[in-house]
């Protein structure tokens, strides 16, 4: 089965720097997603990884090592619209192009 | 915008009713994929389609169908509803054909059974 865990809830300043962890255990692996959603509202596309390292795209980071399972998604310069839920996905083969779903992390950011 | 479109927004039906979701993907994607995700739950992957043909499958109830039509768009079927199936029903559509695929997702429809 795939498992893909991350904290159900942080909060984090304005301003501030937050990261949020991803660890995941797929039978295989073809590459990372990280969307945003807020509530109620559809999930968006914030970056995806399939190789070791750091993506960096304006005040989001992502980062992945295959070999620990682990990836992260780094906020800097919070802005209360942040404020949203963080999906990690994992791409895995079998089935054509099928991706599954962390629960999400939701980020409060607090004045 | 994603250019994913769904209809309706919000559906309000009784158990034991049937309902049709409707999905339009982005222009130019073959892959249409449905997703449930119910109050704090996870996104849960239903079914895929590209191109017309069912290519992958999820968590589907056997009340559940869907299909994908010519002209790309896509139509989940959900009958015999449940309370329990209340829920936000995702649409999403990706080219389906590059290593980089990425899935955009539709505004979604709320889905109450009373």
């Known amino acids: 089965g795939q498992n893909i865990d991350q904290p159900t809830e942080m909060t984090a300043t304005e301003g501030a720097i937050v990261q949020i962890n991803c660890t995941y255990q797929?039978?295989?692996?073809?590459?990372l997603f990280w969307y945003q959603q807020h509530a109620g509202e559809a999930p968006t596309f914030l970056s995806y990884?399939?190789?070791?390292g750091l993506e960096e795209k304006g005040r989001f980071s992502s980062f992945l090592s295959r070999s620990k399972g682990y990836s992260y998604l780094l906020l800097k310069e919070l802005q209360m619209k942040d404020s949203a839920s963080y999906l990690c996905?994992?791409?895995?083969?079998?089935?054509?192009?099928?991706?599954?779903f962390g629960i999400g992390t939701k980020l409060q950011v607090i004045p | 915008d994603s250019g994913v479109t769904q209809t309706p927004k919000h559906l309000i039906t009784a158990t034991g009713q049937r309902v049709t979701l409707r999905c339009s993907p982005r222009?130019?994607?073959?892959?249409v994929y449905w997703y449930q995700q119910s109050l704090d739950q996870g996104l849960q992957f239903l079914i895929q389609y590209y191109n017309g043909e069912e290519r992958a499958k999820g968590n589907i109830l056997e009340r559940f169908s869907a299909q994908q039509f010519p002209d790309l768009h896509s139509e989940l079927n959900l009958s015999s509803l449940e309370l329990g199936d209340s829920a936000l029903y995702f649409c999403a559509s990706s080219t389906g054909l590059a290593a980089t695929d990425t899935q955009y997702f539709g505004p979604g429809t709320r889905l109450t059974v009373l």
């Open positions: 990884n399939v190789l070791d």
């Open positions: 797929t039978s295989g692996f073809n590459g």
């Open positions: 996905a994992v791409r895995v083969p079998g089935g054509y192009q099928k991706v599954t």
């Open positions: 222009s130019g994607d073959l892959s």
